[in-house]
């Protein structure tokens, strides 16, 4: 029986070690493959789209060999170039048969091939092209079951106009990839090759389009032979992307490079629905998770305001359309509920109303209600953004009917069956909710961070109220928020301790390990102002930080292994949320610290932020130790040094209001930053930051500047 994704504990499929293997991506296709360019079976290479791997194979030889990978390049997000060359003959020292292969991902693929004969005489050049389709399901290759059938599944192939066709059924959902070239092969089973005689200096060229189809339907890739690649549509909205995004100069070139990765991720892991294109959402990650997840969504779009407003009211309006609307134990869908997770498997549709919803998420609900208050400051499309009060209504509904459980006033979670996630907050591996002893803490389980982010939620829809002039409402919505933070200050905090319990297990008794979900907490602003400084104290503890950035667990507890997947690894986004919620309280070294060590942690990996890297100490292993399985690029990751950078800044806009607070704080690594092209209440705003010195250029006449942190530390 093959289990839900969802459900899958175990560690994914490694993809191969940074430099070994390539991975491009756009929308909901990504090719992984090895640094010469091919894909070999047996592995977890391939071309994927819409959650199944449609080319599993693709392996060139010439004149019997496989050619000697030289260089790869990454052109964009999207594309990369492959360079390798014939291997010398017996008894020469040089090559001069030179092959250069240029892949661009996009509902498919288009490979165009290379070679060049360098030498003084023809070269005879034998090339064989090798293919193969598996049709396995994304979860099939994540976790290592590939290759496996079953009674009902069919495959075939044939020779069809000068093009092999694979096709598959699985009961009655069908898939198939045609592979066509640009001038004719000779075709032998999987095989496709040429024989040609290449004239001194001279060169010859094929373009290979592979056409993915669905229920016998093709589906027209992006790219086609034959037609210029500047004119594709991942090319335009990468090229609209760039002329949008803010623009940063700065002496330090770290930061630089790091924000400049960070936008080309972003802008490469967006997803377009056809049903509602002008509604922008952005998939969690390559390789396994190229597909709409709430929570990831949700944060990501938070974290990328200083970049893009509209990617989080296309998260939004996407998530609320599909926002929970009766009770399902199957899914965990109840009313008001925002999903977990969006799959495609055998839908035939393109659209996301094509995929299977799973909702079991403790945090996405309160997420949502957050992230709409959070837009609401930023002054977008107040129109679009009272539209979807209902459904944060709906949201708030959901967290006092279903999401406390109990009535005690705090949102826990238990899975409705043995389908679904057992540990539903942002560490939902098995094991990343235990005790200090190293226990396993037992369901229902009330998460501190979760709370924060309802707290926040009753904030955000109080601001609206307030805004309509539904005073009673606001009262009330202030009233639920202050009674949560008094209660989660006395039942959360741990006096001999000194810092918060990660949770309430099932009988209520504090999951006393001392983890970073704390720093969520400030972030939010629930935890009391009197407690601030010891949990400051001790996320900067060396049984916390590690130089490159905070722990997800304790050095000291047990059960802490820092190449774990949430007991002791290093997460940037987590990490990216600890600093803010370090400087909303006014700790501002602490949060500089770890700003500058997730900065040097990103530079270290080639100025790209992964999914997670190990925890180990920087002192006993002067590098970042990669996690195998982690996923690169990643949405909330490559987010979070935009965050940092909004963090540095201490810019906080209130346009409903007519304020913007901005109070660079930056590190002394740093000491120039100009950040171009804000986008902020339909204006673009420049901030400089030269010393002392802060200049402000774009901004509205309506809206005042207010040299100061927003946030005092009541967290108000």
Not at 305 to 328: H, I, N, S, Y
């Amino acid at each position: 029986m093959v289990t839900d994704p969802w459900t899958f504990t175990g560690e994914s499929v490694a993809v191969g070690t940074a430099g070994t293997t390539v991975t491009l991506v756009e929308g909901s296709a990504f090719a992984i493959s090895s640094a010469s360019g091919d894909m070999t079976p047996g592995t977890a290479e391939g071309l994927f789209f819409r959650d199944t791997r449609f080319l599993s194979r693709l392996q060139l030889k010439i004149n019997g060999q496989v050619p000697e990978p030289l260089a790869m390049s990454p052109t964009e997000p999207y594309s990369a170039r492959f360079v390798g060359r014939v291997r010398p003959r017996p008894g020469r020292a040089d090559s001069t048969i030179l092959i250069s292969r240029s892949r661009y991902v996009g509902r498919g693929m288009r490979d165009d091939l290379v070679v060049r004969n360098f030498g003084d005489e023809p070269a005879y050049c034998a090339i064989e092209l090798a293919y193969g389709a598996d049709f396995a399901n994304l979860f099939e290759v994540k976790e290592g079951r590939a290759g496996t059938t079953t009674s009902d599944e069919e495959y075939s192939w044939e020779h069809v106009g000068g093009g092999i066709v694979f096709r598959h059924r699985r009961g009655s959902h069908g898939r198939g990839i045609r592979v066509s070239f640009s001038t004719d092969a000779v075709l032998d089973a999987n095989l496709a090759s040429f024989e040609v005689i290449i004239a001194p200096r001279g060169e010859w060229a094929v373009c290979q389009q592979f056409t993915c189809s669905i229920e016998s339907e093709p589906i027209e890739p992006r790219w086609l032979c034959g037609q210029p690649i500047e004119r594709a549509k991942p090319a335009e909205r990468m090229a609209q992307w760039r002329r949008s995004v803010p623009n940063l100069e700065t002496d330090h070139e770290g930061l630089r490079m790091v924000v400049a990765r960070s936008a080309e991720d972003l802008g490469a892991l967006r997803i377009f629905d056809p049903d509602f294109p002008e509604r922008t959402v952005v998939a969690a990650g390559a390789p396994w998770f190229m597909t709409l997840f709430g929570r990831d969504s949700l944060i990501t779009s938070w974290m990328a305001l200083l970049v893009d407003p509209e990617l989080a009211l296309g998260v939004l309006q996407t998530l609320a359309r599909f926002q929970g609307a009766q009770v399902d134990p199957r899914t965990e869908e109840e009313p008001g509920r925002i999903l977990h997770e969006m799959r495609f498997g055998d839908a035939p549709s393109l659209s996301l109303g094509g995929g299977k919803v799973y909702y079991g998420t403790a945090d996405a609900t309160p997420l949502f209600v957050m992230l709409l208050g959070e837009l609401r400051r930023w002054g977008l499309a107040k129109e679009a953004v009272d539209q979807l009060l209902p459904h944060a209504d709906r949201a708030i509904g959901w967290i006092e009917n279903y999401g406390d459980r109990d009535g005690d006033g705090y949102v826990e979670y238990l899975r409705t069956s043995d389908r679904g996630l057992a540990n539903q907050g942002w560490k939902d591996s098995h094991d990343g909710v235990r005790f200090a002893d190293g226990r396993i803490a037992e369901a229902p389980i009330a998460l501190c961070e979760v709370q924060g982010y309802v707290y926040g939620a009753y904030l955000a829809r109080a601001y609206f109220a307030g805004e309509h002039g539904d005073h009673e409402l606001a009262t009330d919505l202030r009233h639920r928020a202050s009674k949560l933070k008094a209660d989660f200050n006395r039942d959360f905090w741990l006096p001999d301790k000194g810092w918060l319990a990660m949770g309430l297990d099932k009988d209520k008794r504090p999951i006393d390990a001392l983890t970073s979900n704390m720093g969520h907490c400030m972030w939010t602003g629930i935890l009391d102002a009197d407690k601030a400084s010891m949990v400051a104290k001790r996320l900067l503890s060396h049984d916390m930080f590690t130089g490159w950035g905070v722990r997800t667990l304790a050095a000291s507890m047990k059960g802490y292994n820092p190449i774990s997947y949430h007991c002791g690894s290093v997460w940037p986004h987590d990490n990216a949320i600890v600093a803010a919620g370090l400087m909303r309280y006014g700790y501002v070294r602490e949060a500089q610290r770890v700003i500058m060590g997730m900065l040097d942690a990103a530079v270290a990996q080639g100025g790209r932020l992964p999914e997670l890297f190990s925890g180990l100490d920087r002192l006993e292993m002067p590098t970042v130790v990669a996690y195998p399985t982690s996923c690169s690029p990643q949405a909330w990751a490559a987010a979070s040094p935009l965050l940092m950078l909004r963090t540095m800044l201490r810019l906080d806009p209130w346009v409903p209001r007519g304020k913007v607070w901005l109070h660079p704080a930056l590190p002394d690594q740093i000491g120039r930053l100009r950040v171009d092209r804000i986008p902020l209440a339909g204006s673009r705003v420049s901030v400089s930051v030269d010393g002392d010195k802060v200049e402000v250029e774009g901004l509205p006449d309506n809206l005042e500047l207010v040299d100061a942190p927003r946030h005092p530390l009541t967290g108000s």
